[in-house]
């Protein structure tokens, strides 16, 4: 079966940094995403890795290790706006998605 | 602005009865899914679907059916709801092409209580 596992909950402070780590176990592989989800409002994508490596999009960046079956969502600079819930997600070989159930990042002043 | 839509917004229906969700959407994509999110279990994937002709089950598949009416048109159905059917409804689109399907623009989400 499909797996993905991440922190619950993360806390920090503005202006910090902060690492959302994912661990996944899919039969098939194509890609690990990202997206985020403020409380009341629709899941928007922020990110998609396929190959090893870090991808860099303004303040947030994602690597991934297919390797090691891994990947993180890196958030600078945070800002009060960044609270929210982030979710991995994978796209297994018959192009399901599978997400992780979330990470709620509270982000303190 | 291009968009994905959903009808309606919320509904409170009883147990047994048939609803239907809508999804449409003007951002030209072929890709359409339906998810549904449960509190501290994140999003599972229904149904998925395309094009018009393709039709696939998600994860989560029994319970639900789905039409697929037009490229900008697709329709989650509960046959006869039950209580734990209880859960906020995402639709969401995607291109198929390279890198760009696993960018999903999602729909403002669908409250659906089961009395």
């Known amino acids: 079966g499909q797996s993905l596992e991440q922190p619950s909950e993360v806390t920090a402070v503005e202006g910090a940094i902060v690492q959302i780590n994912c661990t996944y176990q899919t039969s098939g592989f194509y890609g690990l995403s990202w997206y985020q989800q403020h409380d009341g409002g629709a899941p928007t994508f922020l990110s998609y890795?396929?190959?090893?490596g870090l991808e860099e999009t303004g303040r947030f960046s994602s690597f991934l290790s297919r390797s090691d079956s891994y990947g993180y969502l890196l958030l600078q600079e945070l800002q009060m706006k960044d609270s929210a819930s982030y979710f991995c997600a994978v796209r297994d070989n018959f192009n399901k998605f599978y997400f992780g159930s979330g990470t709620k990042l509270n982000v303190k002043p | 602005d291009a968009d994905v839509t959903q009808t309606p917004r919320n509904r409170i229906t009883k147990t047994g009865k048939r609803i239907m969700l809508e999804c449409s959407q003007t951002?030209?994509?072929?890709?359409m899914y339906w998810y549904r999110q449960d509190p501290g279990l994140g999003l599972r994937l229904i149904y998925y679907s395309f094009d018009v002709k393709d039709i696939n089950k998600g994860e989560i598949s029994d319970g639900y059916s789905v039409s697929r009416q037009a490229q900008a048109k697709f329709s989650l159905s509960l046959e006869s709801a039950i209580p734990n059917q209880t859960a906020l409804y995402f639709c969401?689109?995607?291109?198929?092409?390279?890198?760009?399907?696993?960018?999903?623009?999602f729909g403002p989400g669908t409250r659906l209580t089961v009395l």
């Open positions: 890795n396929a190959l090893d």
């Open positions: 951002k030209g994509h072929d890709r």
């Open positions: 969401a689109t995607s291109l198929s092409r390279g890198g760009r399907i696993d960018e999903q623009f």
